[in-house]
């Protein structure tokens, strides 16, 4: 049963209506095919119609016949809603915003409002001690989502031409993808409540895909940097200012610091949920 909290409620109402106003805003300045353009409108457009899908099912009472884990559910948009418009936040404000350009400017402090109750709505769905709850509102579940969207961003920054010259950077690549696939999967399968298909207890085979995720992401911060940077300094015409394709080596072996800090957490908490909760 799916009950209606009427802070939550008040904060995606608030949500739909920055998110609209930020698109409409780019929308009005003009067209660009420029990705990062892309990317931000896709990100307005999309918490746009989601939040006001989950609205629409909550208030009709619809969301309690849907055959998955509702609480999941939203919990993990709105995760995944924080990071996504947090980085919209930031790139439209960088590449598209001047002094005199009033629309861009509006645009880019709704975003950062939109941002702050994504992250408020995150804060009044995630599981308070003491309280039973699905699995995605707890820490793990939430950093299952961070990870996963942390991946997205190493692949969107990948360049075919430039990893597959090396053995090393495929193999990072190869961690990268196996590492997103689990936590894809632990998200999809916890809401659409199929956990039980695991061959064994939910917690236990994630602390061991945890650590085996921090001994594989070990690996890459070491091996990316090192066949990235290695006689390959910044190209002279890569000018101040100017973003260009060695860049992503930066973005990619920050990102993969990132992940790994993520990952380590994730596994100091799955370790205490399997030797320490369980146990009490």
């Known amino acids: 049963m799916v009950t209606l909290d009427i802070r939550t409620l008040v904060v995606r109402i608030l949500e739909v209506i920055l998110t609209c106003i930020s698109f409409s805003l780019v929308a009005?300045?003009?067209h660009s095919t420029a990705s990062f353009w892309t990317w931000c409108m896709f990100t307005w457009c999309f918490c746009f119609c989601v939040t006001i899908l989950i609205l629409v099912l909550e208030l009709t009472g619809l969301s309690a016949k849907l055959p998955i884990s509702w609480d999941d559910f939203t919990t993990a948009f709105a995760m995944l809603a924080t990071l996504m418009?947090?980085?919209?936040?930031?790139?439209?404000?960088?590449?598209?915003?001047?002094p005199s350009c009033?629309?861009?400017?509006?645009?880019?402090?709704?975003?950062?409002?939109?941002?702050?109750?994504?992250?408020?709505e995150v804060g009044l769905l995630r599981a308070k001690?003491?309280?039973?709850?699905?699995?995605?509102?707890?820490?793990?579940?939430?950093?299952k989502v961070l990870e996963a969207f942390v991946a997205c961003i190493i692949f969107i920054c990948l360049d075919y031409n430039q990893f597959s010259r090396f053995p090393g950077l495929q193999w990072c690549v190869a961690v990268y993808s196996v590492c997103f696939i689990f936590a894809l999967l632990v998200i999809v399968f916890t809401i659409c409540r199929l956990l039980t298909l695991f061959p064994a207890p939910f917690d236990?085979?994630?602390?061991?895909?945890n650590v085996l995720a921090v001994l594989m992401y070990i690996t890459a911060v070491v091996i990316w940097p090192l066949y990235s940077f290695k006689n390959n300094p910044r190209p002279s015409y890569c000018?101040?200012?100017?973003?260009?394709?060695w860049d992503n080596y930066v973005v990619i072996t920050f990102m993969?610091?990132?992940?790994?800090?993520?990952?380590i957490t994730d596994t100091v908490y799955s370790f205490r949920l399997v030797f320490f909760v369980t146990r009490t």
């Open 129 to 143: 001690p003491g309280e039973i709850s699905g699995f995605m509102s707890t820490v793990p579940g939430l950093l």
């Open 102 to 120: 009033g629309r861009q400017i509006g645009a880019s402090v709704t975003s950062c409002l939109a941002f702050i109750l994504y992250a408020v």
């Open 256 to 263: 993969t610091c990132f992940n790994l800090a993520a990952y």
């Open 85 to 98: 418009v947090l980085a919209a936040s930031i790139i439209y404000p960088v590449f598209y915003t001047c």
């Open 28 to 30: 009005s300045v003009g």
């Open 239 to 245: 000018k101040n200012g100017i973003r260009c394709p």
């Open 204 to 209: 236990k085979v994630l602390t061991v895909c």
